[in-house]
């Protein structure tokens, strides 16, 4: 197995992966925060946009993000994008990421199971909890997620939980 990492900025990095004959490209990005200025938020998810349209279609594509913002529980006007399995209300930092996601062909991947509350909440901070941290893939991999899950007892930086995948490799 050989594998890169390429850091584009502060805030996103590529891992690849060859895997067989399979490239798998692991993006991770930190989204800015709801306060930050639009001007900073829109260079940020155009430069991502531009990453990920450039892979080709025939690679695979995991986007595991903290994108600081809500999609909510509704999946209406994003019935392939979000799964219909969300936390919550949707903010304007939500609808960013749906538009996003969308716009890219990708399936937010949280989405796409019942869960109970807790095992949703990925960020929580005395008594706020909410979803902030998503996995996403291409739409044509979607039938290959098996599930995805917060592990509740893992804190991988302080007030956020793992999030991870359960994915059969095509």
């Known amino acids: ?7 584009h900025s502060e805030r996103e990095s590529v891992l690849k992966i060859v895997l067989g004959d ?7 990005v930190y989204a800015p925060h709801s306060g930050k200025p639009d001007k900073e938020k829109k260079t940020s998810w155009n430069d991502v946009f531009h990453l990920v349209s450039c892979i080709p279609q ?17 999946n209406v006007g994003y019935d392939e994008t979000h799964g219909g399995f969300g936390y919550n209300s949707r903010n304007a930092d939500g609808s960013r990421i749906l538009e996003f996601a969308d716009g890219l062909n990708l399936v937010i991947c949280n989405t796409l199971f019942t869960k ?20 996403m893939v291409r739409q044509e991999d979607k039938a290959n997620v098996r599930n995805v899950k917060v592990i509740s007892r893992e804190e991988c930086v302080p007030k956020q939980k793992l999030l991870v995948m359960d994915k059969k490799l095509a």
């Open 116 to 135: 109970q509350e807790a095992k949703l909440e990925t960020y929580v901070a005395g008594p706020v909890k909410s979803t902030i941290e998503y996995i």
């Open 22 to 28: 399979c490239l798998l490209n692991v993006f991770t």
């Open 1 to 7: 197995m050989k594998s890169s990492v390429e850091k």
């Open 58 to 74: 025939n690679e695979m594509v995991v986007f595991v993000t903290d994108m600081n913002g809500h999609i909510g529980s509704s």
